[in-house]
């Protein structure tokens, strides 16, 4: 899993640890391994597949696009399609979907070294690539030489590879040590400075790579491999008959489908006929009209097609007002509050998004441990906000009913970038009205509108950050990133008390006193009111024929999605019942009817407030 | 442009104001539009979620226009605006003297009439008087319809007459002078007509919030070339016509034979244009609005309410009022526009084959 969030998350986040010195050290000459190493491994956390699970049939999805590469690095490579390939090839280890212990993919055991940035890594000899080689250490340290090329014709990686992996050692076929760039707490290391095997026999680096790997199949480590390819209309994955991993702790029982058959629809109103007729397997709800009006009727109450809620618990995007402390009228705290008191989030909620977000409560919701869930939202409440406002001197209201003060108005502009959010924000703005305060909506094109706030040109910004494995504050609160363009501390925050605390949570390494900072800087965050959150979507929606089975709890805490195919910590849980294909197809036609069936799983709501 | 002594009032401009009279449907036609849009003008006094007339403790109050009354005044505990439906339920339910008395539509065109476990849109009800239902964000769709024509119309207007002030003077000034300035001219405008204004709006509305005036500014800046040459056309033509030669024989000036002599007479070919003119700026008004790159939200429009209907199509109500109050209105300018023609063809009757 970790390869699959790897590139997005750090990719948007940590740019900024980056600039570190460009030094390449692999040590080739009779490396030793440290004397003192405690080897672990994890072979005692629960597992998560359900035992019942048959094998057989194909599963049919879709695709938007057809993709334009079967690379997953380089150019036109960063396509939706890409996760199918990558879902494919396993890490040297994961993390549990439940308790979020490490546990072993292609390493079976692993040990920290002193100096808190390295890792060292026994690899299961078991581990075949799918043309049957097996894996070895080579191949950990083709990676290096892979993605530091020039001829993949990939800076990002380049860069990353060059500047956040400091060194790869082999010490013998099948042990290995991964030197990262800084200290991290332990956990962490896997995620940050954890790659991939990259089978050496198959790739000839070259200049012609871009365009001779397009459409060669490569080998992988994962429970499937493209066995199909029509160009432009489908790719069908074939499940491996002796895959290496089948019988492992973590990976039986799971994978269960013979094919998948990955159809290319452009539209997604088409692909939702196409699953009504029956021709794909599951559709995601997640969108209200699809929940609420489109998959509903005969083939639902007919209890053809079932349908499920299911809570989970990951990382939300801080989405939300950012409010930018530069400007005049928002650098006084009071006036902060009280407009987070003059908010009416809830309002939008239970009206124009019929009750299917929820309240977000601050910044970092998701995070496990590291979320600090004393912290609330602060509520809509126009008395609390007459008081702040009147704190401030903003006691008096102009004809208009907009607050006054020394002849100015008490008005905001608030830059948003997207036409879909255009139903909240008037609301939002109509109430605001109440409190005395004018928002003016400035709707920008989304380039337009990041660039004027990374210019730092807006009073509120109206917008999310995507989010990562831990949360991060140096690059959103820290005062060097203020008052400054192209930075993402979009509020100007420069405290300097946040300052240490921030600068110590990146260094700790104890990870009882990082999360005991993480929570009392969100804290911080909280009082100084920057931001005001907004909403978070804490679950998946999927509708899914009747054949279609899932183990008894649905899924696991952190499931992105119930029918995830491939990925190697929640995927491949369900599996297709044959007979009840054949039963569901037979009733259809004859008009005979089953119960419907709706399930709302709320296990790991609660946990996610 | 001034016209100092208007010809509208000779007799050729009464026979064919009489002319058009008799073209009945073309007559009523801008006998409605005309009226609509002086209605609409006064918009708040028809629909408007202010109160026309409050009686409260002997005093009458007037909350249509001017500043706002809080809720303290009436004796009601926010310090907010006045909600004046509610104010009139408290007043009927205390049984007392005082009352409030709405407009017909009794929401204005930003509010949000939104309930608790009832979703928005809301389809049309004649008990919660929102007559046309209302939209996604659960607005009055009649509310934004008529506040969106009065805007739309109004800048169609304006657009008209700032095009026709560029479009006017630039053609009888190439028309008339000819020569070198002609050539340059067309040769300007042939350049300048094919710079593609949907994707300067477009850039421009990327970058800045575009707004009103902002909106007319740019169409007018690439629209005045259309009237450019049917001007420079018409001034070629009546230049070269006796009675100004003989004005210049008399001395006359060449401002004075302008004003005075071609323009008054070149004047059919203005208005004949105007009415079209109109469609077309509440075309492009409406068509920008639609594709998100108009009038800024929250501002009613009407292509803002086309493009919430079309992705709401189960909310038919949304859709079906705009697209009949836009073919309506285009209608109507249509047939005073072919009625004013006709009015203005010198050939009383003609034969189309």
């Known amino acids: 899993m970790f390869k699959a969030i790897l590139k997005t998350a750090v990719l948007k986040r940590a740019i900024a640890i980056l600039i570190l010195l460009p030094t390449i050290v692999i040590a080739q000459q009779a490396p030793q391994l440290p004397q003192d190493l405690k080897w672990q491994t994890n072979n005692e956390a629960p597992t998560f597949a359900d035992p019942n699970a048959k094998t057989g049939g194909t599963f049919r999805t879709f695709v938007p696009s057809f993709p334009l590469t079967l690379r997953t690095v380089g150019p036109n490579s960063n396509t939706s399609f890409r996760g199918y390939i990558l879902g494919n090839q396993l890490g040297l280890v994961g993390m549990h979907p439940e308790t979020e212990d490490i546990i072993p993919e292609l390493a079976t055991h692993w040990a920290y070294g002193k100096d808190g940035k390295t890792v060292y890594y026994k690899l299961d000899p078991q581990a075949r690539w799918s043309d049957g080689k097996p894996v070895t250490a080579d191949d950990y340290l083709f990676t290096l030489e892979f993605m530091r090329s020039k001829h993949i014709v990939a800076p990002w990686y380049n860069n990353h590879y060059t500047n956040m992996i400091k060194g790869l050692v082999k010490y013998d076929e099948h042990t290995i040590s991964i030197e990262g760039a800084t200290v991290k707490p332990q956990k962490d290391l896997h995620y940050f400075y954890g790659l991939n095997p990259t089978p050496k026999h198959f790739y000839k680096l070259d200049t012609d790579f871009v365009e001779n790997y397009n459409w060669k199949i490569a080998p992988n480590t994962g429970p499937y491999q493209i066995s199909k390819i029509k160009k432009g209309k489908l790719i069908e994955f074939k499940r491996k008959k002796d895959w290496w991993a089948k019988n492992k702790r973590y990976f039986k029982n799971r994978y269960n489908v013979d094919k998948v058959r990955v159809k290319v629809i452009r539209d997604y109103n088409v692909a939702f006929k196409h699953f009504e007729k029956g021709d794909i397997d599951t559709f995601g709800l997640v969108l209200p009209p699809y929940w609420h009006e489109k998959a509903k009727g005969k083939l639902y109450d007919n209890g053809y097609i079932h349908r499920a809620w299911f809570y989970n618990e990951t990382p939300q995007p801080s989405s939300g007002m950012y409010l930018n402390q530069d400007d005049e009228l928002l650098k006084d705290l009071n006036v902060r509050i009280g407009l987070a008191h003059a908010v009416n989030v809830q309002k939008t909620i239970t009206t124009v998004l019929r009750n299917d977000y929820e309240r977000l409560n601050s910044g970092y919701i998701g995070y496990g441990d590291y979320t600090n869930k004393s912290i609330k939202a602060r509520e809509f409440d126009l008395q609390k906000a007459d008081e702040y406002f009147n704190k401030a001197g903003w006691d008096k209201r102009g004809d208009d009913g907009i607050r006054v003060k020394d002849g100015k108005r008490f008005s905001l502009r608030i830059s948003y970038s997207r036409k879909e959010h255009n139903d909240r924000l008037v609301v939002i703005k109509e109430e605001a009205k109440k409190a005395g305060i004018e928002l003016n909506m400035q709707l920008f094109d989304s ?49 300097k008390d946040l300052d240490a605390m921030i600068m110590q949570y990146r260094v700790e390494v104890d990870e009882q006193k990082r999360i005991q900072l993480a929570h009392k800087i969100q804290q911080f965050v909280h009082n100084e009111t920057s931001y005001i959150p907004t909403y978070s979507v804490p679950y998946t929606r999927e509708g899914y024929w009747r054949w279609m089975q899932l183990p008894k709890h649905l899924g696991t805490k952190t499931s992105g999605s119930l029918f995830d195919i491939f990925s190697s910590s929640t995927g491949g849980l369900f599996w297709i019942d044959a007979e009840l294909k054949k039963e569901t197809l037979k009733a259809k036609k004859r008009g005979k009817k089953f119960s419907p069936v709706l399930i709302k799983d709320t296990r790991y709501k609660a946990a996610a407030k | 442009m001034s016209i100092s002594r208007p010809k509208f009032f000779s007799p050729l401009a009464q026979q064919k104001f009489k002319r058009f009279k008799q073209i009945r449907r073309g007559y009523w036609s801008a006998i409605i539009f005309l009226s609509l849009l002086f209605l609409s003008c006064f918009a708040e006094l028809m629909i408007n979620n202010r109160a026309l007339i409050v009686k409260y403790d002997g005093a009458f109050y007037f909350p249509t226009y001017g500043a706002i009354y809080n809720g303290k005044k009436f004796g009601l505990d926010y310090e907010y605006e006045v909600n004046y439906r509610d104010l009139r339920l408290k007043f009927q339910q205390d049984n007392s003297d005082n009352w409030v008395m709405m407009p017909p539509v009794p929401y204005n065109e930003y509010e949000n009439d939104l309930v608790e476990g009832e979703y928005p849109p809301h389809p049309p009800s004649w008990i919660s008087q929102h007559y046309l239902g209302t939209d996604t964000s659960g607005r009055d769709v009649l509310a934004r319809l008529v506040y969106g024509f009065r805007i739309s119309i109004w800048f169609a207007l304006l657009l008209t007459f700032f095009t026709y002030l560029i479009g006017v003077t630039i053609g009888c000034f190439i028309g008339y002078f000819g020569g070198w300035i002609d050539l340059a001219f067309q040769r300007i405008i042939e350049i300048w007509s094919n710079v593609p204004v949907l994707y300067i709006v477009m850039i421009m509305a990327s970058i800045i919030v575009p707004g009103f005036w902002m909106l007319i500014l740019i169409l007018m800046a690439f629209g005045w070339m259309g009237m450019t040459w049917y001007m420079r056309t018409a001034t070629y033509k009546e230049k070269e016509r006796e009675y100004v030669m003989a004005s210049r024989a008399l001395g006359a000036s060449t401002s004075r034979i302008i004003f005075r002599h071609i323009l008054p007479n070149s004047l059919s070919i203005m208005i004949t244009f105007l009415p079209f003119a109109v469609a077309g700026g509440i075309g492009s008004i409406t068509s920008l609005d639609f594709l998100g790159f108009g009038l800024p939200p929250p501002i009613p429009s009407w292509g803002e309410l086309i493009s919430q209907g079309t992705e709401n199509m189960e909310s038919w109500w949304i859709l079906g009022s705009v697209i009949v109050a836009l073919v309506t209105v285009l209608v109507l300018i249509t047939f005073v526009g072919e009625a004013i023609r006709d009015a203005f063809d010198p050939k009383k009757y003609t034969i189309y084959e």
């Open chain 1, 447 to 495: 380039s337009s509108a990041y660039k004027n706030v990374l210019e730092k040109k807006h009073q509120i910004a109206w917008m999310g950050w995507s989010t990562g494995f831990r949360p991060a504050f140096w690059e959103h609160y820290h005062s060097s990133n203020a008052h400054k363009p192209q930075t993402n501390n979009i509020t100007n925050t420069d405290n």
